[in-house]
Nanobody, 121 residues
Framework: QVQLVESGGGSVQAGGSLRLSCAAF????????MGWFRQAPGKEREGVAR????????IYADSVRGRFTISQDNAKNTLYLQMNNLKPEDTAMYYC??????????????WGQGTQVTVSS
């Protein structure tokens, strides 16, 4: 019912910046929350940042707070993640996800295919 397409990943040096985009296609009328998640090799999928589509309220992981900014353009059905002061530990596959229930991490059940972010020291 919904297709999510991520873009904007790449390779940067520590301290650099990237801007990720996620375009949503299909049934998005009742989407409650959208978010960015990441998974590094050997690690669990981690919730990076979430934003409520209705009021724009945000939630950030402690590891990225102050460096990453999540935003949305509801008219374009597009989600963004501005990543500044990147660190090697940010290296991961980044996924866009959506929830029709709440912004709780457990309610995200649909994912894009991901975009790779690699940060070198």
């Amino acid at each position: 019912q919904v297709q999510l397409v991520e873009s904007g990943g790449g390779s940067v040096q520590a301290g650099g910046s990237l801007r990720l985009s996620c375009a949503a296609f299909g049934y998005t009328y009742s989407t409650y929350c959208m978010g960015w998640f990441r998974q590094a090799p050997g690690k669990e999928r981690e919730g990076v940042a979430r934003i409520a589509t209705g009021d724009g309220s945000t939630i950030y992981a402690d590891s990225v707070r102050g460096r990453f900014t999540i935003s949305q353009d509801n008219a374009k059905n597009t989600l963004y993640l501005q990543m500044n002061n990147l660190k090697p530990e940010d290296t991961a596959m980044y996924y866009c996800g959506t929830s029709w229930i709440s912004c709780a991490l457990s309610d995200f059940g649909y994912w894009g295919q991901g975009t790779q972010v690699t940060v070198s020291s």
